[in-house]
């Protein structure tokens, strides 16, 4: 996976589990180290469905649910 600069750096491991839980959830088959073999459209969509995914939640949770 991809290192990146993150707002918080603890956070880096649970996130990258909801990517690996994201990317099973839609069928693409992400794994840890090269994913060379994936499309930009396959890798696009993880990204696409965790940033919906976190708007729900944060939805959810400012709506008091």
């Known amino acids: 996976m991809a290192s990146?600069?993150?707002?918080?750096?603890?956070?880096?491991?649970?996130?990258?589990?909801f990517k690996?839980?994201?990317a099973q959830e839609i069928g693409v088959n992400l794994k840890n180290g090269y994913n060379?073999?994936?499309?930009?459209?396959?890798?696009?969509s993880i990204?696409?469905?965790?940033?919906?995914?976190?708007?729900?939640r944060q939805e959810e949770q400012m709506s008091g649910k």
């Open 4 to 17: 990146s600069n993150m707002e918080v750096p603890k956070a880096k491991d649970a996130m990258n589990k």
């Open 20 to 22: 690996m839980e994201v």
């Open 36 to 44: 060379g073999d994936l499309t930009s459209a396959q890798t696009g």
């Open 47 to 56: 990204g696409g469905e965790m940033v919906r995914q976190m708007i729900k």
